[in-house]
């Protein structure tokens, strides 16, 4: 494919000063069964093609599903048109050799299984099993087990000799259970909504652990009906990695996009109560906070070599001993805004132009076992999975909810919580970060939707953090 698309960019005749061509071909397939019974077996394939133009220093896209040469050099002229149209609103004029660099090279994601290694009818019949698993008692009222696989190719040319081929396979499994006792209703899921969300073959569908984590998922859906309500107190919450996720994706990554500092996404998804003039001052959270981003994590789910520009993608500290160092801004924001930034242009799928987003971020571990980063807690909550979420459009003021929570009593965990809650606004809370966990604690998640953009784009992004303690944190429970 990559020498077929390097004759195409090539060939294509128009005065631009660049060309590129970047090629997606997907192919997914999505099992669900709800109460033991199939309700989705479904596979698809699409393949398209962007084209990317640049004209004195201004940027045009135009995409087309046909990667013959007419497709191409029709998309390519409309792209030509595009860029030359919206000169007069240019607000930054880009350079082929800043903007769009010539790049080469591969990346192929790590597995052991590949997704044909197990028939669909074996993988209906481990799903059935989870939800029988799922169901311990009459009072779940409902258990969903579910496995998304996709298999992506991605081919980046351009006219200054750029030739990039990236393979990734994409996993994503759910499972979760309702459980219901007269009027109160609770959920437990498998670490939070399609948390388990990795690069890797089959080898991340039935694992190990598998059928003790369902069992698990099942008898604490159960415990969370006769627990007590999570009290409404300030005091040490500790957050267990399957919730830090979410923290540090709303909280950390959302505000750091370069895109969202410059005004881009205040129309959708809104902007940042970051500056330009905080990077390399602003004291972020406390000297504990070393935030990176790591496209290079083995099978964390937005790993790769490239962005979608070809930019190469290195591990770089966005937060280091809690002082903000850098945002999560492309080649073309990072020009704009004068900030330094990371290989984040991406896209979601051939139809879709990348833009600044989020990959793998990461909170860098500490010291101890969770017992040591317990143990001098007199009182606190532990929580777990996350099952809801609110963030002002700045990303500055938040509440989020938890499935699960444990009552913290002289560096023990005690009685059971239900709907624990807690709220804070961004540099108070990550400024009460007093422990982060060791390596032991440390532990990966995902989320296959990630939405930003017009046209709406869907993107899979990836964290991993250990076990944190943050002083002083407005808990609260759901009420009666």
């Not at 969903?144 to 030739?163: C, I, K, L, P, Q």
């Not at 999975?385 to 459009?393: K, L, T, V």
């Not at 444990?406 to 005690?414: D, M, V, W």
Request: glycine content about 10%; overall charge negative; some cysteine.
């Amino acid at each position: 494919m990559l020498s077929e698309l390097t004759k195409a960019v090539n060939n294509i005749d128009i005065t631009a000063d660049w060309v590129g061509i970047r090629a997606v071909k997907d192919t997914s397939a999505t099992r669900n069964v709800r109460d033991g019974i199939p309700q989705r077996n479904g596979k698809s394939t699409t393949l398209g093609a962007m084209v990317e133009v640049l004209v004195d220093g201004c940027i045009g896209y135009a995409a087309t599903n046909s990667l013959q040469h007419d497709a191409l050099q029709l998309a390519a002229e409309t792209a030509y048109k595009q860029a030359r149209s919206a000169q007069k609103w240019s607000v930054y004029k880009f350079a082929p050799t800043t903007a769009r660099p010539k790049v080469v090279g591969e990346y192929i994601s790590p597995y052991t299984q590949p997704f044909d290694a197990i028939g669909s009818g074996e993988i209906n019949d481990i799903l059935v099993r989870t939800c029988k698993t799922l169901k311990v008692s009459d009072k779940i009222v409902q258990t969903v087990a579910e496995v998304v696989t996709t298999d992506r190719e991605t081919w980046f040319v351009s006219s200054n000799g750029s030739e990039v081929y990236q393979k990734f396979l994409f996993i994503s499994t759910y499972y979760g259970t309702t459980a219901q006792d007269a009027g109160i209703v609770q959920q437990r899921t498998s670490n939070g909504w399609q948390a388990h969300t990795y690069q890797g073959g089959l080898e991340r569908f039935q694992d190990d652990h598998l059928w003790h984590r369902v069992q698990r998922i099942g008898e604490e859906a159960i415990e969370l009906l006769g627990a007590e309500e999570c009290p409404d107190i300030r005091t040490n919450l500790v957050l267990a990695p399957d919730q830090m996720m979410l923290q540090i994706h709303e909280s950390v990554g959302h505000p750091l996009e370069i895109d969202r500092i410059l005004g881009d996404e205040r129309n959708y998804a809104g902007g940042s109560f970051v500056k330009k003039s905080d990077f390399g001052n602003l004291v972020y959270g406390s000297k504990l906070m070393n935030i990176t981003f790591d496209p290079t994590v083995p099978g964390e789910i937005a790993s790769y070599a490239f962005d979608d520009t070809g930019a190469v993608a290195t591990r770089e500290y966005l937060i280091k001993e809690g002082v903000l160092q850098r945002g999560v801004g492309s080649l073309e924001s990072q020009a704009r805004a004068g900030i330094p930034g990371v290989a984040c242009a991406r896209a979601c799928s051939w139809n879709r132009p990348a833009i600044d987003r989020m990959a793998n971020l990461n909170l860098e571990p500490g010291e101890g076992t969770f017992d040591d980063v317990i143990k001098d807690i007199e009182h606190g909550v532990y929580m777990e999975s996350n099952r809801s979420w609110s963030i002002d459009d700045r990303r500055y003021k938040f509440q989020f909810g938890c499935e699960y929570a444990k009552l913290i009593e002289n560096g023990k965990l005690t009685k059971t919580l239900r709907n624990p809650n807690y709220r804070a606004t961004t540099p108070e809370f990550w400024g009460s970060l007093v422990k982060v966990g060791g390596a032991p604690t440390w532990e990966m998640y995902g989320t296959p939707f990630c939405g930003k953009g017009e046209p709406n784009q869907a993107i899979w992004v990836g964290h991993g953090s250990p076990v944190c303690v943050f002083a002083s944190v407005e808990v609260f429970g759901g009420g009666t």
